[in-house]
């Protein structure tokens, strides 16, 4: 089967690629400089690991205890996460430069649809590229450090030049090393990358060495990654199928029919998912292989119980890209029947659909969520009379952690749920409180700010004065965590 179509990508001109590479860095940037956090495990389980790499304290999560995460998404975020430090000591570019580099990557993805647009026709190519650069869901995950948006990052681009009709050594290697990066990213994505790689060699087996060459450097650096902290290689990989697959771990943070995928579709695409499904299925034979990847991801998702969104990030990507395919053939047929400005049309209509999808429904929380809580760690960050912070019934998780405070701040959690968490005698170790309006506060207290968060009010409380670390030492954060197993 021809996977890509003949025509070489050098046939399409590319000085529009780097106007909408431009584009889309600007839309990105943007997006990682608004301090949201899409899902806590942004933070606790590769922000806050990177800020201890580099002599931090950070939360210490259920996960790193039992030893469930690589070590090499950490390595990487340590990083940008320093030079951030380094440039703006005790400011907030340790926090967002990562994210800044995070989005910067996912330009990847823009490039691959140009270039498999380019293979098709130079509207393909440009229709594609600009959906690629300005669609809602791309532009909100493409800053979050999370393990889904950079192995999407790593494995569309590895897709495009896999799928090339005659892919050189050199392309072959990267695809493998790109792949590679994916997997340990985000190991989940292992059925559709075996999908992709099956569907592109098993008619010429060739293909295999280099590019097993290219994923085998990928594995080393993770190994390298995991040896360098301490850590058995790939133990976590055993470990974490051990406690969410065997053991049911992840069930407790809820659990979903294998249908649910569907319904948020839905949720995202509301009725506009008509169109989109018909573009996709119209644009999925300029990239079948693709297609069928990010169906294989989609059914392995749908059989774990429990389910979110960003997980099938990856099939996502890819159904759009498709769509923007399929409609670049919609586009290239109308003009050739004479009608004026329909690629203007085309690319208009794309973007009206994602500002509305983007600023509605579900898209309205995500892009709030943990903004109110990294505004109110800012101000904490900034007061030099800060000397202990308690979270007083809000979950750790509506943190933005540990590295978000001044080095050396501690971190306490009063959790209803532990029976150690309400007592006088450890007041004097903390002289600020953030909890959810209304609140009732000790006596001295007063109200600093308050802030939206997760759909309540979250405000922060101050008093006067010192405080004594050794008093509140048994409710502080990490101790709390491991006596709560959580």
């Given at each position: 089967m021809n996977w890509a179509n003949a025509r070489p990508d050098s046939c399409v001109r590319t000085a529009p690629l780097f106007g909408l590479i431009a584009l889309a860095l600007i839309l990105r940037v943007a997006a990682a400089l608004w301090p949201n956090v899409h899902h806590p495990d942004a933070i606790f389980q590769y922000m806050e690991p990177a800020w201890r790499m580099l002599g931090g304290d950070g939360v210490i999560s259920w996960e790193y205890r039992y030893g469930m995460r690589g070590q090499l998404l950490p390595v990487l975020i340590a990083g940008?996460?320093?030079?951030?430090?380094?440039?703006?000591?005790?400011?907030?570019?340790?926090?967002?430069?990562?994210?800044?580099?995070?989005?910067?990557?996912?330009?990847?993805?823009?490039?691959?649809?140009?270039?498999?647009?380019?293979?098709?026709?130079?509207?393909?190519?440009?229709l594609a590229g600009f959906v690629g650069a300005i669609w809602f869901e791309l532009v909100h995950f493409a800053p979050h450090t999370l393990g889904e948006p950079l192995a999407t990052a790593a494995i569309i681009p590895a897709a495009v030049l896999l799928t090339r009709d005659a892919p050189s050594r050199r392309a072959l290697a990267a695809s493998g090393l790109l792949l590679?990066?994916?997997?340990?990213?985000?190991?989940?994505?292992?059925?559709?990358?075996?999908?992709?790689?099956?569907l592109t060699c098993w008619r010429d087996p060739s293909r295999l060495p280099p590019l097993i060459a290219g994923g085998s450097i990928a594995l080393a650096a993770g190994a390298a990654a995991d040896l360098a902290n301490g850590a058995t290689p790939f133990a976590w990989l055993i470990e974490n199928v051990r406690q969410n697959l065997i053991n049911d771990r992840a069930a407790g943070f809820g659990v979903s029919p294998p249908s649910a995928y569907l319904?948020?579709?839905?949720?995202m695409w509301s009725v506009l998912i008509v169109p989109i499904v018909a573009a996709i299925w119209r644009g999925h034979r300029h990239a079948p292989a693709l297609f069928w990847a990010a169906l294989a991801n989609l059914l392995f998702h749908s059989l774990i119980a429990h389910k979110e969104y960003r997980f099938i990030f990856l099939s996502v990507a890819i159904l759009i890209l498709l769509a923007a395919l399929g409609s670049g053939d919609w586009t290239r047929r109308l003009r050739e029947r004479g009608v004026r400005f329909v690629a203007l049309a085309a690319a208009l209509l794309w973007l009206g659909a994602s500002l509305v999808l983007g600023?509605?429904?579900d898209m309205a929380a995500f892009w709030r969520d943990g903004a109110g809580s990294v505004r109110l760690f800012d101000r904490l960050r900034a007061d030099?009379?800060?000397?202990?912070?308690?979270?007083?019934?809000?979950?750790?998780?509506?943190?933005p952690g540990l590295n978000r405070l001044r080095p050396g701040t501690p971190l306490y959690l009063i959790d209803p749920d532990d029976p150690l968490?309400?007592?006088?005698?450890?007041?004097?170790?903390?002289?600020?409180?953030?909890?959810?309006?209304?609140?009732?506060?000790?006596?001295?207290?007063?109200?600093?700010?308050?802030?939206?968060?997760?759909?309540?009010?979250?405000?922060?409380?101050?008093?006067?004065?010192?405080?004594?670390?050794d008093a509140a030492r048994p409710i502080a954060v990490n101790t709390v965590l491991r006596r709560l197993d959580r």
């Open positions: 940008p996460m320093a030079l951030g430090e380094w440039i703006d000591p005790g400011g907030s570019f340790a926090f967002f430069l990562p994210r800044i580099v995070a989005a910067i990557c996912s330009l990847s993805i823009v490039w691959s649809a140009w270039t498999l647009g380019a293979r098709v026709s130079s509207i393909h190519a440009v590679g990066l994916g997997f340990l990213l985000r190991f989940q994505y292992a059925p559709a990358i075996g999908v992709l790689v099956a319904g948020r579709f839905w949720a600023m509605t429904g030099d009379r800060v000397c202990g912070v308690a979270l007083d019934g809000v979950p750790f998780h509506r943190s968490a309400r007592s006088d005698h450890y007041m004097p170790g903390y002289n600020r409180i953030l909890a959810w309006a209304p609140a009732r506060l000790p006596k001295g207290y007063s109200t600093v700010a308050c802030e939206e968060e997760g759909g309540g009010k979250l405000c922060l409380f101050a008093r006067a004065g010192g405080c004594d670390a």
